[in-house]
């Protein structure tokens, strides 16, 4: 049996050892995501904040339903989206956050001679677009299981990306960015389509909301400057960024 003093020595050792492994883990956090910060923030957030911006959550599978309502055309206008993009019979296009292949399979028809990549990280999303793939007998798409850090595409590969209503919940945007932007031509545009944080009227929640300001500031940071907004849209900013 211990003494008394044993128990003691013992007790101050494990609250050492306690404080050392909280430090080590401490550093450990800091050294490797200085970009993030982390407090409570948004019920529909994550808690973690990158450029003084709320991370959302990721809108699961089980949304798909939402994402091919058919008042979206009428809402988003997804036609007038397309026809901003100018795309061409031969482009090769990245749709980044593909969900259930809304806008892929129209752009493959524009696209006709050329290929979209339709870059999702659920791969429940990824079997939707393979099965309408097949039953529309689609030839010039590409699903790619991303992962929340790289797009997962070839290096100087794309002529245009697209991103509707998704960025603003990609878990590590500074990291997924830089991979976007090695498979970026160096002529590729990147669309990027958020609600506009600007309007209040948008009936759309906050965090899955951004303002013009704050994308051009992320945008920077990943090697990117903005080349228009096209204001044409209902709710949604139409962001066209290059590289700089």
């Not at 609250?15 to 970009?35: I, V």
């Not at 944080?197 to 400057?225: C, F, N, T, W, Y």
């Not at 907004?229 to 209902?234: A, E, H, K, Y």
Request: hydrophobic share 40%; charged share 25%; aromatic share 6%.
């Amino acid at each position: 049996m211990l003494s008394d003093k044993a128990v003691k020595r013992t007790i101050r050792l494990l609250l050492l050892l306690a404080l050392s492994l909280l430090q080590t883990q401490c550093n450990s956090q800091k050294s490797g995501d200085e970009t993030y910060t982390y407090k409570t923030g948004d019920w529909n957030g994550i808690g973690k904040w990158y450029m003084g911006r709320e991370i959302a959550r990721v809108m699961g599978y089980q949304g798909m339903s939402w994402l091919e309502r058919p008042e979206r055309e009428e809402e988003e206008r997804t036609s007038l989206l397309l026809k901003n993009m100018n795309i061409q019979p031969g482009d090769t296009i990245a749709d980044i956050g593909a969900g259930s292949g809304y806008h892929v399979f129209r752009m493959a028809k524009l696209a006709q001679d050329g290929l979209i990549y339709a870059v999702d990280i659920q791969e429940e999303m990824l079997a939707e677009i393979r099965r309408k793939m097949e039953a529309n007998g689609v030839g010039n798409i590409k699903p790619v299981k991303g992962s929340e850090k790289s797009v997962n595409l070839p290096e100087n590969s794309v002529d245009k990306v697209l991103i509707v209503d998704v960025y603003h919940e990609i878990g590590f945007p500074k990291e997924l960015m830089a991979s976007l932007y090695k498979a970026m031509r160096s002529d590729a545009k990147l669309f990027l389509i958020e609600y506009r944080a600007e309007d209040p009227l948008v009936p759309i929640k906050k965090i899955h909301k951004m303002s013009e300001a704050q994308a051009v500031r992320e945008m920077k940071a990943a090697g990117l400057k903005l080349e228009q907004n096209i204001g044409n849209l209902p709710w949604q900013h139409c962001m066209v960024f290059v590289k700089e």
